[in-house]
């Protein structure tokens, strides 16, 4: 590191740009050339090779796994189904950790570090371990079902090792992301204007629909961007959770990558997925245009 | 009180504050307040900063509950009705501007809750846009406006729902003084035509005496009196008022019946007094020159000499300091273009009838 900053520091870039930028962007620049594009590009490079059943990289370049991905009814499902579940986690992330954030974004004082410290100590535990958590809590003799059960329930409900399972832990899992993510959008948010609608006859719900819910727009955008990404990658809890019912693209890129050793069809789609990530860029990038 | 318009009917009283209070951990921001304001009423809230004039506005809207008292408007007690149902305007110190809405979008607003028929809307918006004179300027966006501009979008909002009470904080603080006075008569014009009881939160003293019918001053959270601009100015309560509304002489003395005993000087007062006290006197009621005042009714004339130790030319005014005997007294003569500054070293003499002193008992 410190011969990239040295070299960052040669004043051979001082033309027009400041030298100081780019002194001060190269190592990062650097860095994410070195982990992140380069294999992002080995990894597409992958999907246009051919590989034996055994695995073995064949080299040379066919367009044969896209177009078999792309037409197998399977993996077509399987990427609807990644996006509809993702989309289901992210709404229900937003709606279960919006009035947390706002709350949290009204606190003041040592309250409002005690709330933040407690949303923010999920994440200090790994999400393996809160995953074991919820399948303690969920399963036919976890805590909701023996209640319920006590109560005169006859059998208990499926709650885990199913798409209801996988849901409930992510929604959890993501909350802290989202509450935080919200927080950062929440700057235009102006506790005046909302008295000043009031005055003007606004109703506390209409203060919320025309006030409060507009200008948090760029906190649900970030938090929603935020938690549909890590939705559509996450892999552990899908897999815990789903008891390998669960069919999304993450697992599924773990079996092909690790089981069959089909590096071709993982890679694709792994390819996939960031088509996807690249279109929820553009909506989020869209939508910050038109609220701002 | 000479005043155009429909005068306010001093008969009933539309808007009651009783024994208002409002009182945060470390300080008691409004103290007892009590008040009567009639119908079609415009009052000042006069004071220095701090003293508590927001914090009642913002009680009178709804939005800070009071610790303890009663809002009465009609009769109706409005102490815990939610804000969205006072029928109040206000106009905020700070703006509260909608950010992500426009110019025309915003004073809309109130228009659109109050469910007024589109049509309508929009020509009373474009009304109440050129009243403030932001024609032109609709589409902007709160932040490109300029302060004083985001300022007459909060007013025209406030002014173009009509209700039946207006709340305004400080509505002209931001703007030069040829718009502060157009808003002004703009501002008495509306409220006078419509009959809006308002109440006018200012630290500006002229802008409290010229547009109001009575002015509240408030200090430190109380009301020290409650008057007509002639009242307070004449006959000044407290010496916290005299001092506040226009500039004062301030002297301490002992009193003894009509004198005061103070810094050397014996002075004839208004009134019998008797103990330590404060004397004021305005400096324009003080004649500078050997004529001296004349008491066609053979009242009494304070008459001293002093020497001039500082001159100031002020336009309209001349601001001279004379040392008299062991005090300074500032003495304030119009600028008729004819006689020259009194020079400083110079010994000149002053006078003042008795009746234009001020004395009040001086804070223990
Ligand atoms: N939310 C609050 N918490 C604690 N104290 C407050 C709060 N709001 C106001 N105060 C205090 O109450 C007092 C009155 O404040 P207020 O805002 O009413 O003053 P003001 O007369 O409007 O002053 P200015 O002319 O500066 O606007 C001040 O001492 C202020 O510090
Ligand atoms: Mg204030």
Known sequence: MSAVALSANSPKNAGRVQPMAIALLLPITIVSLVGFVAPVANLLVLSFQKAEGTGALLGGFTTETWTTVLQDMFYLHLILNSIATSLVITVLTLVTSYPIALYLHRSRGSWRNVLLVLVISPLLLSAVVRTYGWIAILSDQGVVNRTLMFFGMTSPIRLVFNMTGVVIGLTEILMPYMILALLAGFGHLDRQAEEAALTLGATPFTVFRRIILPLSLPGIALGSLLCFVLAVSSFITPKLLGGGRVFLLATEIYDQAIVSLNWPVAATLSGVILIIFGTALLFYTRLLKSVM | ?364
Do not use: W
């Open chain 2, 1 to 364: 009180m000479a005043r155009a318009g429909t005068a306010p009917s001093q008969d009933k009283a539309f808007l009651v504050l009783h024994r208002l209070r409002k009182a945060y951990d470390d300080t008691l921001a409004v103290d007892d307040l009590t008040l009567e304001i009639a119908k079609g009423e415009l009052v000042a809230f006069l004071g220095p900063s701090g003293c508590g004039k927001t914090t009642s506005l913002r009680m009178l809207a709804g939005l800070t509950p009071a610790s303890a008292g009663r809002i009465v408007v009609e009769g109706r007690d409005l102490t815990h009705v939610p804000p969205y149902q006072r029928d109040m305007g206000m106009v905020f110190q700070s703006y509260a501007l909608f950010p992500h809405m426009n110019v025309a979008r915003n004073v809309a607003f109130g228009l659109e809750m109050r469910k007024v028929p589109r049509g309508e809307i929009a020509q009373r918006v474009v009304e109440a846009i050129a009243l403030v004179r932001l024609t032109g300027r609709e589409q902007r966006r709160p932040s490109e406006l300029s302060g004083g501009q985001q300022q007459r979008v909060a007013l025209a909002r406030a002014l173009v729902i009509r209700p039946s009470i207006l709340l305004f904080d400080e509505p002209l603080s931001n703007l030069d003084a040829k718009l502060r006075d157009e808003m002004r008569t703009e501002i008495r014009e509306i409220q006078q035509r419509l009959g809006i009881t308002s109440i006018f939160v200012t630290h500006d003293q002229v802008e409290a005496l010229t547009m109001c019918d009575r002015i509240a001053v408030m200090h430190q959270g109380r009301l020290e009196q409650l008057g007509t601009p002639e009242d307070l100015y004449e006959r000044p309560a407290t010496a916290f008022v005299a001092s506040f509304v226009g500039r004062t002489n301030r002297l301490k003395g002992i009193a003894r019946g009509d004198t005061v005993e103070t810094g050397g000087l014996s002075l004839r007062t208004c009134g019998t007094h008797q103990g330590d006290v404060v004397v004021m006197m305005r400096p324009h009621r003080i004649v500078l020159g050997e004529a001296g005042c004349v008491s066609a009714d053979g009242r009494a004339v304070n008459r001293m000499t002093g020497c001039v130790i500082r001159t100031v030319y002020a336009g309209d005014v001349v601001q001279s300091d004379v040392r008299v005997a062991d005090s300074i007294i500032a003495v304030e003569q119009s600028n008729r273009g004819s006689g020259e500054l009194p020079a400083v070293g110079a010994t000149v003499t002053l006078s003042f009838l008795a009746r234009d002193t001020l004395v009040y008992p001086a804070a223990p």
